[in-house]
């Protein structure tokens, strides 16, 4: 109460924005920069792929990085002219290595040594390459593309090239709009708007303190989920303060008594809100993939940002703007009170009337929208990566077409110098093995490294086996490891489904512990974990039909599950705490029955405004070409619609009623007070 009425006084305010502005500003000044990136980001430590990427720079090949230049005629084979165009070109590129042409002459492929630097380092020797290819003469017809590892690395890089401008400013266009429509005020939308938009860059200089600690950038796909979701968070902490503010405004001719009022009615359930999220996305602390601890740290730093900016800056910076703020529809003491009609009325007398009705239709909905993750599958290739045409992948489609499709990304083994012909034999009697490369020696001499070519592309069901089975019979020979690109993915998925086994159960476990300490009750914590893994499990099944034959992205990224899970769960279970916890309330003075009905009649505009918000700022991550953020955007913009619309709205409503007082069990809810009695209660 003290802290609210602190917030809100004049002086009060006055000295939080000055404060506010100060600490953005030093954010500003202190943020250090981004760690240099290592070749072992992203990979599990302790994998064959992690430590041969580790071992490599004892071979004088592991020095340098191998791009493959593809020239391809399509409808026939080469012509005297395209192989003196291909000859122009390695002079140009100043290439060694002979050309290499296809069985059916329809191709050649020359290898391009870059040195092996960091990120930024090679993809400018990419870009470098892809320029001196340009300036060649080449006859019409004949086609040239760079592919390869640094390639795709290269590509993978240039995707997130000014994403944080084009995200950011399609996600404050999408929350400019939405609040506009929402608030219907021409005025009141730029204070929520500005207040989290500096909560965002905030959250953007600090990063790289996370990422100086986790010792891994945290740039690109890290920044763009953690910016993303400090303004959908940020934005439904807003909305929720807002209209508990103009709730209040009705009831006091005194701003600061009203917001002060207001933030002592919102603050448990917002606070409440963003300990479930930012302890769930700590949970990703015990994941094995760098790249999920790192994210898990930086969305918990944005998440508490967004909270204080959100019950801190944003109150202080309202309560010194007049009543007008909210022009044409500024709030009159006396006016009156929308819970007590209007569609969100209806809707919470309707779920009263007929509760198992509606609860049945909803569960057959929500079911026949988990039917949708039969035929799901898991895993992307190498080459579906983008929703956008790159060159590295249609060189390595073009180089599939007439060579081994694992040739772009080979297979790295590494072994004893002792057991180097034991290797090589046993590599060439690996089914799926296209080539096996030249042994070449450490600088020391004590360990020999080869590469082998697979008959099919990294990333693929064929290539996982392959490379399965080549540690399957390399196993027991000494110092054996396969690493390289296709080893790397498999090592890959297959930590990313053991983070799924461990963090799955943590984020429940956290999810149930906050909602017991925060409802005081069993069975609504259950019930509402419940509807929310259910919420989950449609959410998925009905992106996957859309992925599948809308966008027509054919599976689901290794990631995406567990990381949409995270956020489904930590996000849909916020709207089930801010009506369970207004039920709460209400209960005390009404009833069960009365104030879940109330809840829901009070809560329903402000909830769902909020859900369709921040299922529209997720479905900005669409506008960046990477495959892996579109998944998250839409199944994380479909079941936060469907937690906001469904469980929020009929589910948690209609078990609510049908169980009564027992759905607070093993807490009593006080008996309902008169009809005059209640009328004088504030609903806060």
């Known amino acids: 109460m003290r802290v609210a009425s602190a917030i809100t006084g004049r002086l009060g305010a006055i000295l939080v924005l000055i404060v506010a502005v100060g600490l953005t500003a030093l954010a500003f000044v202190t943020s250090p920069g981004q760690p240099a990136a290592s070749a072992t980001d992203g990979l599990p430590a302790g994998k064959q792929s992690t430590r041969v990427t580790e071992l490599e720079d004892r071979f004088p090949s592991g020095r340098t990085q191998t791009a493959l230049v593809v020239f391809e005629r399509t409808g026939g084979p080469l012509t005297a002219d395209d192989m003196q165009a291909v000859e122009r070109a390695r002079q140009a590129v100043n290439a060694q290595a002979p050309p290499v042409p296809s069985d059916d002459k329809q191709a050649v492929l020359v290898a391009v040594p870059l040195e092996s630097g960091g990120i930024e380092q090679v993809a400018g020797e990419v870009e470098q390459l892809r320029a001196a290819l340009d300036k060649v003469q080449a006859p019409d017809g004949l086609t040239v593309l760079v592919t390869g590892g640094p390639a795709f690395a290269r590509d993978i890089s240039a995707a997130f090239d000014g994403a944080d401008f084009t995200l950011l400013a399609a996600t404050a266009i999408v ?21 989290i938009g500096t909560a965002d860059q905030v959250v953007a200089k600090l990063l790289p303190w996370v990422a100086k600690v986790a010792g891994q950038p945290t740039e690109g796909q890290v920044s763009g989920i953690v910016s993303v979701l400090v303004f959908g968070a940020g934005t439904d902490y807003a909305l929720l303060l807002i209209a508990r503010y103009r709730e209040e405004l009705r009831r006091t001719e005194s701003r600061r008594e009203a917001m002060a009022t207001a933030l002592r009615g919102a603050a448990p359930a917002v606070i409440g809100s963003a300990t479930t999220v930012v302890l769930a996305l700590l949970t990703l602390l015990f994941a094995v993939l760098t790249t999920n601890r790192t994210l898990g740290a930086a969305a918990a730093l944005g998440v508490v940002v967004a909270l204080a900016f959100g019950l801190i800056v944003l109150p202080a910076a309202l309560v010194c703007l007049p009543r007008g703020v909210f022009w044409p529809f500024v709030p ?138 080549l540690r399957a019979a390399l196993k027991g020979t000494p110092g054996a490891l396969v690493g390289g690109d296709p080893a790397a993915d498999l090592d890959e998925r297959d930590a990313n489904l053991r983070d799924d086994f461990v963090v799955v159960p943590l984020v429940l476990a956290v999810v149930l512990l906050v909602l017991v300490l925060l409802l005081r009750s069993l069975v609504a914590p259950l019930l509402l974990l419940f509807t929310v893994v259910v919420s989950f499990a449609a959410s998925l099944g009905a992106a996957s039909l859309v992925l599948r034959y809308v966008l027509d992205i054919p599976a689901l990224g290794t990631a995406v599950p567990l990381l ?62 990477v495959i892996v953020l579109t998944q998250i955007g839409v199944i994380v913009g479909i079941g936060v619609v469907l937690d906001t619309l469904i469980v929020r709205t009929i589910v948690v409503p209609a078990l609510a009623l049908l169980l009564g007082d027992r759905f607070w069990w093993p807490a009593r809810v006080a008996q309902p007070q008169s009809e005059e009695s209640r009328d004088q209660i504030s609903v806060s």
């Open 564 to 625: 949409a899970f995270l956020f489904l769960v930590a996000l849909g279970v916020d709207y089930n705490i801010f009506l369970a916890t207004r039920a709460r309330e209400e209960a005390a003075h009404r009833g069960t029955r009365k104030g879940m009905v109330r809840a829901l009649a009070t809560t329903g505009g402000v909830i769902t405004s909020a859900g369709i918000l921040l299922a529209a700022v997720f479905a900005v991550l669409g506008v960046l070409p």
């Open 332 to 469: 009159r003491v006396g006016s009156d009170d929308p819970a007590h009609a209007g569609f969100w009325s209806r809707v919470a007398g309707g779920v009263e009337r007929r509760p198992r009705i509606v609860l049945g239709v909803a569960v057959l909905l929500l079911a026949g929208l988990a039917a949708g993750l039969a035929g799901t599958k898991l895993g992307l290739s190498q080459t579906e990566q983008f929703r956008t045409e790159v060159q590295s992948v249609t060189g390595a489609e073009a180089l599939a077409r007439h060579f081994p499709a694992g040739a772009a990304q080979p297979v790295t083994v590494i072994v004893d110098a002792s057991a180097a012909d034991q290797a090589v034999a046993a590599a060439k009697g690996v089914a799926g093995v296209a080539k096996v490369g030249a042994p070449e020696r450490s600088d020391d001499g004590t360990l020999v490294t080869f590469d082998v070519d697979l008959t099919s592309g990294s990333g693929t069901a064929t290539a996982d086996r392959t490379v399965q089975d």
């Open 175 to 195: 929350v400019a709009v939405l609040l506009l429509v929402t608030y219907r005020s021409p005025i009141l939308w730029l204070v929520p708007l500005a207040v």
